[in-house]
């Protein structure tokens, strides 16, 4: 609960902060600002309602609405964010130079020594006369002050300029945000790219020289996914006539009743040494039970916590962190504890961060998904919080690293900075 009420707090402060800055400082008071506050809040209740109600039949017509604004308030923050610091040296500059200016008067009523013989000549506020100017614009500007909003040609310059800025800044943060979600949502529903590497492996016999590995990863069936997005991948592995296919967690974001129809493509894979997957921590809010079976029926082997002898080749795959709380977690020593250490080991682990548990195995490679290569940057760099190593090659605690982007994507369909990938792998002899 005291999560909840974290995250709840964290997405209120947000929306109130885009409120202030692309309603509150953009518009003068009125039915424009009392329109965006009340947008404000609908937009605020909508991230947690998409959040959780997405997980429900009922509700999945919330995620396209739902993600999609969940993309653009990230990116309205980021801009708003990356303005505050030439905004607030502009306005310093306004409030400067605004201090060596003297308000605009109205007409008539100028200064007060040219007013006096017009007073002594006996003119009437009420006759229209240039004293009654001055009675006027006296009264509007106290009924200015009282309202809050400035009037017209008695509005101090700087307030105007202020109000220029404020709207700029928000023209320029809503144009900007909508630009790079668009462009993310165009990447995340495209086609995955394929990313090659080559590693030498220095126990690798010199007849397995070659052997090539199609990893991917985070495929993520789900309620934006359709039928088409697994057929695509499966085609992609295909291309590339591959010996051993790796898909390394997270395949799916619902129930077996639900997606199982997304994941009949993956029946069609084609590759010589045979097609294995791991559990990712999505597996364990789907029903990783039935998505073990279903993948098995398939034709895609499970490595559950073991290794199987593939010629001259160990493959070794292990439950993912997140099978923990689900009494189904990760055992690397009955994985990789009796091996022949003569022999090279490749490990499917969904997370990276396993390897630092895996290198007193001498493990000599492992290869990972779960970041998403940050999905969205900037967002990949607190990725690198968490996980060792976010895309691609790297070493932790001495075990090299391969991650995947993977190919499809949680939460707001958008992906900037981290294309959907397929990952082919080369081991060579050294």
């Known amino acids: 609960m005291a999560f909840v009420g974290l995250v709840i707090a964290v997405i209120g402060l947000i929306h109130f902060y885009l409120w202030k800055r692309l309603v509150r400082d953009a518009f003068r008071p009125g039915r424009l600002r009392r329109a965006g506050g009340v947008l404000a809040i609908l937009l605020a209740v909508l991230v947690p309602a998409t959040m959780i109600g997405t997980r429900t039949a009922d509700l999945r017509w919330l995620a396209w609405p739902g993600f999609l604004w969940i993309a653009l308030m990230f990116y309205l923050l980021v801009t708003l964010a990356a303005l505050e610091i030439p905004r607030l040296a502009v306005s310093l500059w306004i409030r400067k130079r605004g201090k060596g200016t003297a308000p605009a008067t109205t007409a008539g009523a100028g200064n007060p020594a040219e007013l006096a013989p017009m007073a002594a000549e006996g003119a009437s506020p009420a006759s229209g006369s240039p004293v009654g100017a001055l009675s006027t614009g006296t009264d509007l500007r106290a009924d200015s ?8 040609d008695v509005t101090p310059p700087g307030i105007e300029r202020r109000l220029l800025l404020a709207r700029g800044a928000a023209i320029f943060a809503g144009l900007t945000a909508a630009g790079i979600t668009g462009y993310g949502v165009r990447t995340a529903l495209g086609p995955p ?7 030498p492996l220095a126990k690798l016999p010199r007849a397995m020289d070659g052997t090539r590995l199609a990893v991917v990863s985070d495929i993520h069936l789900g309620p934006l996914t359709g039928v088409r997005h697994a057929a695509r991948i499966v085609e992609l592995i295909n291309s590339v006539d591959a010996d051993l296919v790796c898909i390394v967690g997270d395949l799916v974001d619902g129930s077996v009743a639900e997606l199982g129809r997304f994941a009949a493509p993956l029946a069609d894979i084609r590759a010589r040494r045979g097609a294995y997957f791991v559990t990712g921590n999505h597996e364990y809010y789907s029903g990783y039970q039935e998505w073990v079976t279903e993948v098995a029926r398939l034709g895609v082997r499970p490595l559950r916590n073991e290794r199987l002898e593939i010629e001259g080749l160990d ?9 923990a709380d689900f009494g189904d977690g990760p055992d690397l020593r009955r994985a990789l504890g009796d091996r022949d250490t ?8 969904h997370q990276p961060l396993v390897a630092r548990d895996a290198a007193p195995f001498g493990v000599d490679l492992q290869v990972s998904g779960h970041t998403h290569g940050g999905q969205m940057a900037p967002f990949n760099l607190l990725v690198k919080l968490e996980q060792p190593v976010v895309s691609g090659y790297g070493e932790v605690d001495g075990v090299p690293v391969y991650v995947t982007n993977g190919a499809g994507f949680w939460g707001p369909p958008v992906r900037v900075g981290a294309p959907p990938q397929v990952t082919l792998i080369e081991l060579r002899t050294p």
């Open 315 to 323: 493959l070794a795959g292990v439950n993912d962190i997140g099978g």
């Open 342 to 349: 003569s022999r090279p080991v490749v490990l499917m682990a």
């Open 193 to 199: 790219q394929l990313d090659r590497f080559q590693f």
């Open 145 to 152: 002050a009282a309202s809050g909003e400035p009037l017209g």
